[in-house]
């Protein structure tokens, strides 16, 4: 049973977060981190603790050892893409903090789910190809049912501590977008510089790995290292571009068939048009593909 606790802890202990940006994943909380981190304490040294759904097992204190040594002049949060998605983390972050607020970002669905397959791919996570994918890793589908899990954050805490933002938003104006999620964490407004715009504006270059069995590896033993709280050396490999040698030098990704690409949009059509209602937004441009470009006329 967990015990009922308050969202800011009197008993000398480091405080709990504030809010949570709960993604899903592949909707941009990467880019959100690198901005929030001038502004407010986020878990170190890892990015997502995965404490309220994988690691509960290992106590508070396993989490709060990934905020030491932080003051209260800033806010506390997470960035934790993986929580939007489970029911678990919802429980247990509305009983334990129930004051949070939490960020969700949503991204047109069916390119969430092909980005997403290739981060898996790329890291060793899955071997799988995108078919046997979809049946096989739930994740990939579930992950993009928002109307559904927004409404089930929305009852757990309160409406009013949830905020919705669209990803299309942070690549047409990355600059008002971070305003409204800084707005409502609590934190002053981040003046985004060049590097921030063009951070956002980069294509994915992700490519399979050049040996899955080592990438594999190499994820396993990351993970591993951040459940025994020794994420500072991995994230001393990476400052030192050790993983650069576990992670890509494979074939490219190839575009899924046209066909394919349609029955993604037919399956997740439905989802699009509650969360449509929800918001009262028109996401009509994520019901079907793209129309292909024109070809330029010649002379």
């Known amino acids: 049973m967990i015990s009922n606790r308050e969202p800011y802890e009197a008993d000398g202990e480091p405080h709990l977060p504030s809010f949570f940006v709960i993604g899903p994943p592949r909707t ?27 690691h509960f097992h290992r106590g508070l204190q396993w989490y709060r050892h990934h905020y030491r040594g932080f003051s209260t002049d800033r806010p506390i949060g997470e960035i934790a893409p993986t929580y939007f998605a489970s029911s678990i983390a919802r429980a247990r972050i509305a009983q334990m903090i129930p004051h949070a607020k ?34 096989l890793d739930p994740e990939l589908i579930e992950s993009g049912r928002y109307s559904l899990h927004l409404q089930d954050w929305q009852e757990s805490l309160r409406p009013e501590q949830v905020c919705v933002m669209i990803y299309d938003d942070l690549r047409n104006n990355p600059q008002a977008f971070i305003n409204c999620i800084t707005d409502f964490i609590g934190v002053s407004r981040i003046p985004l510089n060049a590097r921030h715009h063009r951070f956002v504006l980069t294509s994915e270059t992700m490519t399979y790995p050049r040996n899955y069995h080592w990438t594999r590896g190499a994820a396993m033993l990351s993970e591993w290292s951040r459940a025994r709280q020794l994420g500072s050396m991995v994230a001393a490999a990476k400052r030192l571009g050790v993983h650069k040698l576990f992670l890509g030098g494979g074939p490219t990704f190839q575009d899924l068939p046209s066909s394919r690409i349609e029955e993604l949009y037919t399956i997740l059509r439905p989802e699009v048009e ?16 793209p129309e292909p470009r024109a070809e330029r006329a010649t002379a």
């Not at 981190?33 to 994988?54: C, G, M, S, Y």
């Not at 509650?274 to 593909?289: F, G, I």
């Open 28 to 54: 941009g909380t990467t880019w959100v981190q690198e901005i929030l981190q001038h502004r407010a304490w986020l878990a170190d040294p890892v990015k997502e603790t995965r404490f309220f759904d994988n």
């Open 102 to 135: 939490v960020v969700c970002t949503f991204r047109n669905p069916v390119d969430r789910v092909i980005s997403l397959y290739r981060l898996k791919r790329a890291f060793g996570l899955i071997p799988w190809t995108f078919d046997e994918a979809l049946e």
């Open 274 to 289: 509650k969360l449509e209602h929800h918001l009262n937004r028109d996401l009509s441009h994520w019901k079907s593909p």
